[in-house]
C-alpha cells in the first residue's frame, strides 16, 4: 500500500486540477481565488504532475536519482495542497484537498526516512556543491519563514487587508520552509542526511520557481490579470540560486551511480 500512495496522489492531483479547470465557479467562487488558482490548476498539470510521474517512475526502476528526487516532488504537491485547503477550507472540495496533502506530506517523509542517507554521503561527498546549496536553503527558508510569520501577523491584526490566497500562501511557507532550514543545515554541515535530503529539498524549491513563472505567463491569458514583468524578473533571479545548484546536483548524482 505504501508504494502506491504517490500514484494515488498523481491521480487524485490531476483529477483535483481537471475539475478546478472545468467548474471553475464551483471550485473557486470568487474572482480572486479563481486569478490565484485556474493558473495554478495548468501549473499542476505542467510542472507538478510531470515532476511527480518522472521521479516515481525511476525511483520505481530503483534508479538513485528518481530515490532522490520523489520526496521532492512530493513536498511540492503538499505545498500547493496546503494553500489550496486554507484558501478553500469552506468548501466542499477542501477534504480532498486535505486528503491530497496529508498523504504526500506522509509518502515524503517515508521516502526520506528510507533513503540509505551514508551510502548517498558517501557517493556524493565532493561531487556536489552541498555548502553552497545548504547555504541557499537556509537563507531563503529563514527568509520565506519570517515573510510568512509578518504577513501572517498583518492578516491577523486587522492592519492592512491581505487576499486569501495570498494569505494561504504564507501558511504554506511556514509549514514547508523550516525542512528547507533544516535540510539546507544538514547540507551545509556535510551531514549524511543533508545529502540524502538535499536533491529534493533543491527540487522541490526549483519547481516551485519554475512553476511561480510558468503561472504568470499563463494568468493574463486565463484570467486577464496584467503580466507582472518586474515580478517575473525577481522570481526568475531567486529562482536561479536554486536552478543551478540543482543542476549541479543532478549532475552529480548521475555520475555517482
Do not use: C
Request: hydrophobic share 60%; proline share 4%; no cysteine.
Amino acid at each position: 500500500m505504501k508504494k502506491q500512495i504517490p500514484t494515488l496522489a498523481a491521480v487524485l492531483m490531476a483529477l483535483l486540477s481537471l475539475a478546478g479547470l472545468f467548474f471553475q465557479s464551483a471550485f473557486y467562487p470568487t474572482q480572486a481565488l479563481q486569478r490565484a488558482f485556474v493558473s495554478n490548476d495548468v501549473v499542476n498539470l505542467l510542472v507538478g504532475l510531470p515532476a511527480l510521474l518522472v521521479s516515481l517512475s525511476l525511483a520505481r526502476r530503483a534508479s538513485w536519482l528518481g530515490v532522490l528526487l520523489l520526496p521532492g516532488a512530493l513536498l511540492y504537491v503538499t505545498y500547493n495542497y496546503i494553500a489550496y485547503t486554507i484558501a478553500t477550507w469552506a468548501n466542499a472540495q477542501s477534504f480532498f484537498y486535505i486528503v491530497l496533502a496529508v498523504l504526500s506530506v506522509w509518502s515524503a517523509v517515508q521516502s526520506f526516512v528510507n533513503i540509505d542517507a551514508h551510502g548517498i554521503q558517501s557517493k556524493l561527498h565532493g561531487m556536489v556543491p552541498a555548502r553552497f546549496a545548504g547555504g541557499v536553503l537556509m537563507a531563503f527558508g529563514l527568509v520565506f519563514f519570517f515573510r510568512g510569520i509578518a504577513q501572517v501577523y498583518t492578516a491577523l491584526s486587522n492592519s492592512a487587508a491581505l487576499a486569501t490566497p495570498e494569505l494561504s500562501v504564507a501558511y504554506a511557507d511556514l509549514l514547508i520552509t523550516p525542512l528547507w532550514v533544516l535540510g539546507g543545515l544538514a547540507l551545509w554541515r556535510r551531514g549524511a542526511r543533508g545529502y540524502a535530503v538535499g536533491t529534493g529539498l533543491l527540487f522541490q524549491a526549483s519547481a516551485l520557481f519554475a512553476g511561480l513563472l510558468i503561472f504568470f505567463i499563463l494568468q493574463p491569458f486565463l484570467t486577464g490579470a496584467e503580466f507582472p514583468a518586474a515580478d517575473f524578473a525577481v522570481i526568475f533571479g531567486m529562482g536561479l540560486f536554486f536552478f543551478i545548484p540543482f543542476g549541479l546536483f543532478v549532475k552529480g548524482v548521475l555520475r555517482a551511480s
